[in-house]
Nanobody, 116 residues
Framework: QVQLVESGGGLVQTGGSLRLSCVAS????????MGWYRQAPGKQRELVAA???????NYVDSVKGRFTISRDNAKKSVYLQMNSLKPEDTAVYYC??????????WGQGTQVTVSS
């Protein structure tokens, strides 16, 4: 059973930066596309950034140019560098598989709060 542990969230002012980390247990991490998702209060969870096993990346339009996803397969980790944060980025952020319909059990997520 793969476990996902997210960290790095916090409270920042508009324009600030945060770097989120996700560590995955289990094998086959390097073979899978991974993504960062977020869920704001009262909204559905959305995929904001994804990275393939070959490190190709894709972003939702609202974060393009501000967020950067990366991975370290040796550490079974995926990261999300978030710059120029806006209040609308406030959400709980999760990592999980990206692409297809399969998902690991969701971790606890990490709260990001951006004050105006």
């Amino acid at each position: 059973q793969v476990q996902l542990v997210e960290s790095g969230g916090g409270l920042v002012q508009t324009g600030g930066s945060l770097r989120l980390s996700c560590v995955a247990s289990g094998s086959l991490f390097s073979l899978n596309a991974m993504g960062w998702y977020r869920q704001a209060p009262g909204k559905q969870r959305e995929l904001v950034a994804a990275i393939t096993s070959g490190s190709s990346t894709n972003y939702v339009d609202s974060v393009k140019g501000r967020f950067t996803i990366s991975r370290d397969n040796a550490k079974k980790s995926v990261y999300l560098q978030m710059n120029s944060l806006k209040p609308e980025d406030t959400a709980v952020y999760y990592c999980n598989l990206a692409g297809g319909s399969l998902r690991f059990a969701w971790g606890q997520g990490t709260q990001v709060t951006v004050s105006s």
